[in-house]
C-alpha cells in the first residue's frame, strides 16, 4: 500500500511542480492569442489579431531591431573574449588564474540592480549611455561567463593529443588549435553564446538604465508598456521572446546531439 | 613528384646526457643513446622509467632541462615540433574526430607539401595501401574498429615520408591476436621505408618481436641497451634479467672462481657452477645466478648429466598453459621457476619430489645490484 502510494507521488510531485512552473508561461501565451482588447483569462476567443498589431507597429519592430542587435554584438563580444579566456585559463598556468576566474565568474552573483547602476555612472562620461555599443558591452560582461564555463568544460574534455598529432604533423601550434581544437569544442562554445545571447534579450534592469531613453530594446518597451497599455500586445511580445529562448536552447541541444553523434567530447552544462 | 619531398631515408639521432625533471622527481637523467639511421629501436620500461618522457623529448612537445637531441648531427632544441619533420603514432591514435579517413592521412601533407590535390590523393592511397586500409577513406574514426583506427594513425604518420617516426605503445589498447598480427606487421613496414622507428612499450614481447635496438630503461636511466638477442642471452644486470622474459635468479655467492666457470655456493646450501665470460666477479661476491624458465628440466628421477647442474626440490605449484606447463619448485627453500614445453602427457602434481636440472652453459652470473 505505501510502497504504491510512493510510486505515485513522485511522478504527481513531479507533475505539480512542472505545472506549477509552467503555469505562468501557458497563461501568457493563451492570451497572447487573446480575442479580448484587454488582459483577461481565459480568454473568451482566439485570434492573431495582437501578433498583426505587433507586426504593423515600427515602435515595436524598432525595438525588436535593437534587442536582436545587442543581443547579435554581446554574442560576438563574448564570445570573442570568453574563448581566449577559457584558453588561457585552462592551458596555462597564468598567476592568479583562480583570482581572475572568480571575477569573471563573479558579475553571475552581483545584483543586476548594481550593475545596471555602476555602468550608467561609469558610461555617462565615456558617452556610451543610450547607444547599442554600450548596452552590448554591458551584456557582455554578463555573457562572458557562460563562454568561458562551457568553453574550459569542452577542453576539458578534449583529448590534448589531437592537438599534438596536429603540431608534429607540421601544423604550427595556433593553427592546429584553429583546425583542430576549435571545430571539436565548437558545440560548446555555441551553448556558451546562447546563454550569453538569451541573457542579454532578456535582461531588463541594466538596460533600463543604459539604453532606457527614446531607443528601448524589446524587454524596455515591454517593461513601459506594462505600466501603461493594458492590452494582450504585451503578452504576444512575451510570447515573442519566450519562442526566441525556446529556438536558441534548441539549436544548442542540437548541436550538442550532432557533437554527441560525431563522438566528440559533450559540450558543457 | 614535388622537390620539396624530404627523401624517406632514415635520420640518425642522438641523444646527448639529456636530463627532464619535473619538480624535484628526474624523469630522464642524463642519458646517452646512438639510434643509427633506418633503425627500428625500442624504449622499453616499465611505467615511470622515462621512456615516453624521452620520446616527447625527441618529438618537442618537451625541452629538456640539460643536454641535445640532434637529428643527423644538427641539434634540434630549438626546431618547434612541426618543423621537426616527425610522423607520431599516439596511444590513442589521436585521430581527427571531425575529419574522415582521408582528410585525417591527407593533414600531414597540407600542412608539409605543396601537393596538388591529385598528387596528394595518390600519396593518400598509396599510403593507405601500405597499411591494408583501402575502401576507408570516406569512413569517420568512430566508425572503424580499433586496429583500423591504428592502421589510421600509422598511415597518417607515415604519409608524407617524414624521416623519424615515433610510436608510443601504439599497441596497447588492441587484443592479444591483432596485437600479434600488427607486430609484423609494423616490422614489415619499416623494412619497405627505411624510416628510422623509436617505439615505446612495456610489453617485452613487442620489444624482441620488432626491434634491432632495445633500449631497457629503468627509473629515468639506461640499464642496457643492445639487440634483442644481446639483452635476453647475456644482460647485464638482473634488472634487465627479470624485465626480459621469465628469469630464475639464485641468489648466491662466489666461491671459488677457475679458468672457465665461477663456482657459486647459493644460499639454499647447495653450490653451482656457471660459465666464465666477461662478468668481473672474484671471491666472496654477492651474485645472482639467472637460470631462464624454459632452460630449467625436471625429471622424478635424479638424471646427472655432464654439463648440467642437478638439484632435487619439491613441486610447490602447477600452471597448465596449453603450450606449456609451468612448475614452481622449492630447492632448499629457493623457488625455481621452470617452464615445459611439449608437456602433453607428462602429469606432476603439487607436493611431488623432483629433480631439476639446467645446462650449466645456459647460466649467467650477475653481479647483485647496489641499487
Known amino acids: 500500500m505505501s510502497v504504491r502510494v510512493g510510486r505515485l507521488a513522485i511522478p504527481t510531485g513531479t507533475l505539480l511542480v512542472l505545472l506549477y512552473l509552467l503555469f505562468p508561461v501557458v497563461v501568457v501565451v493563451l492570451i497572447s492569442f487573446s ?9 473568451p476567443g482566439y485570434s492573431i489579431q495582437w501578433y498583426a498589431k505587433l507586426l504593423s507597429d515600427p515602435d515595436w519592430l ?50 543586476t540592480i548594481i550593475k545596471g547602476l555602476s555602468l550608467y555612472l561609469f558610461y555617462v562620461p565615456l558617452g556610451l549611455v543610450n547607444t547599442i555599443w554600450g548596452l552590448a558591452a554591458a551584456h557582455t560582461v554578463s555573457g562572458l561567463p557562460y563562454v568561458v564555463i562551457n568553453t574550459i568544460a569542452s577542453l576539458r574534455s578534449a583529448d590534448r593529443d589531437l592537438e ?57 518597451k515591454l517593461w513601459a508598456g506594462v505600466r501603461s497599455e493594458v492590452d494582450p500586445t504585451i503578452a504576444a511580445v512575451s510570447t515573442g521572446l519566450i519562442g526566441m529562448a525556446v529556438l536558441a536552447y534548441a539549436c544548442a541541444g542540437v548541436a550538442q546531439l550532432l557533437s554527441k553523434r560525431r563522438g566528440l567530447p559533450a559540450a558543457g552544462p | 613528384m614535388a622537390a620539396n619531398v624530404t ?80 610522423g607520431m603514432v599516439f596511444q590513442n591514435y589521436a585521430l581527427f574526430p571531425h575529419m574522415t579517413v582521408f582528410d585525417n592521412v591527407g593533414f600531414p601533407l597540407k600542412m608539409r607539401t605543396k601537393l596538388t590535390s591529385a598528387e596528394a590523393r595518390t600519396r593518400i592511397l598509396e599510403t593507405l595501401a601500405l597499411v591494408e586500409l583501402n575502401g576507408f577513406e570516406a569512413r569517420y574514426p568512430r566508425q572503424l574498429s580499433g586496429g583500423q583506427q591504428q592502421r589510421v594513425a600509422m598511415a597518417r604518420a607515415l604519409v608524407s615520408h617524414p624521416r623519424l617516426l615515433l610510436m608510443d605503445e601504439p ?117 645472482s645466478v639467472l637460470v631462464r624458465p624454459e632452460e630449467v628440466g625436471v625429471a622424478l628421477t635424479e638424471d646427472r648429466q655432464a654439463g648440467a647442474e642437478c638439484v632435487a626440490g619439491t613441486v610447490t605449484a602447477v600452471g597448465y598453459l596449453g603450450d606449456s606447463l609451468k612448475l614452481e619448485i622449492a630447492v632448499a627453500g629457493i623457488a625455481i621457476g621452470a617452464k615445459l614445453a611439449r608437456a602433453r602427457g607428462f602429469s606432476i602434481e603439487s607436493g611431488q619430489r623432483v629433480f631439476v636440472s639446467w645446462p650449466r652453459a645456459s647460466a649467467r652470473l650477475l653481479l647483485r645490484s647496489t641499487r
Open chain 1, 35 to 43: 480575442s479580448a482588447r484587454f488582459l483577461s483569462f481565459p480568454p
Open chain 2, 7 to 86: 627523401p624517406s631515408r632514415g635520420a640518425a639521432v642522438r641523444i646527448d646526457r639529456l636530463r627532464k625533471t619535473f619538480g624535484s622527481a628526474v624523469a630522464v637523467d642524463s642519458i646517452s643513446l646512438d639510434i643509427p639511421t633506418g633503425s627500428f629501436v625500442t624504449l622499453l620500461g616499465p611505467s615511470g622509467s622515462g621512456k615516453t618522457t624521452t620520446l616527447n623529448l625527441i618529438a618537442g612537445f618537451l625541452s629538456p632541462d640539460a643536454g641535445s637531441i640532434l637529428f643527423d648531427g644538427a641539434i634540434v632544441s630549438n626546431v618547434p615540433t612541426h618543423k621537426r619533420n616527425i
Open chain 1, 62 to 111: 524598432n525595438s525588436l531591431a535593437i534587442t536582436l542587435q545587442v543581443g547579435a554584438l554581446t554574442t560576438v563580444f563574448s564570445t570573442l573574449l570568453g574563448v581566449p579566456a577559457a584558453f588561457a585559463l585552462s592551458r596555462y598556468g597564468i598567476p592568479g588564474r583562480s583570482f581572475v576566474t572568480a571575477l569573471i565568474l563573479a558579475s553571475l552573483i552581483t545584483p
Open chain 2, 171 to 287: 599497441l596497447g589498447a588492441l587484443d592479444k591476436k591483432l596485437r600479434e598480427q600488427m607486430q609484423f606487421e609494423i616490422k614489415n613496414i619499416h623494412r619497405s621505408i627505411g624510416t628510422t622507428f623509436v617505439y615505446v612499450t612495456h610489453d617485452q614481447t613487442e620489444a624482441l618481436t620488432m626491434s634491432d635496438l632495445i633500449v631497457v630503461m629503468n627509473y629515468g636511466k639506461i640499464e642496457q641497451a643492445g639487440t634483442p638477442r644481446q639483452l635476453y642471452e647475456t644482460p647485464e644486470n638482473q634488472f634487465v634479467a627479470d624485465f626480459l622474459g621469465g628469469a630464475n635468479l639464485l641468489p648466491g655467492t662466489v666461491a671459488a672462481v677457475a679458468a672457465d666457470h665461477f663456482s657459486v655456493a647459493v644460499e639454499g646450501g647447495f653450490t653451482v657452477q656457471v660459465p666464465r665470460d666477461r662478468v668481473a666477479a672474484k671471491a666472496g661476491d654477492a651474485v
Open chain 1, 164 to 220: 599534438r598529432a596536429a603540431v608534429i604533423h607540421g601544423a604550427s601550434p595556433l593553427w592546429a588549435v584553429v583546425r583542430i581544437t576549435l571545430p571539436i569544442i565548437a558545440p560548446g562554445i555555441m551553448v556558451g553564446a546562447v546563454f550569453a545571447f538569451i541573457q542579454s534579450v532578456h535582461e531588463l534592469l541594466v538596460a533600463l538604465f543604459v539604453l532606457g531613453g527614446v531607443e528601448k530594446p524589446l524587454a524596455v
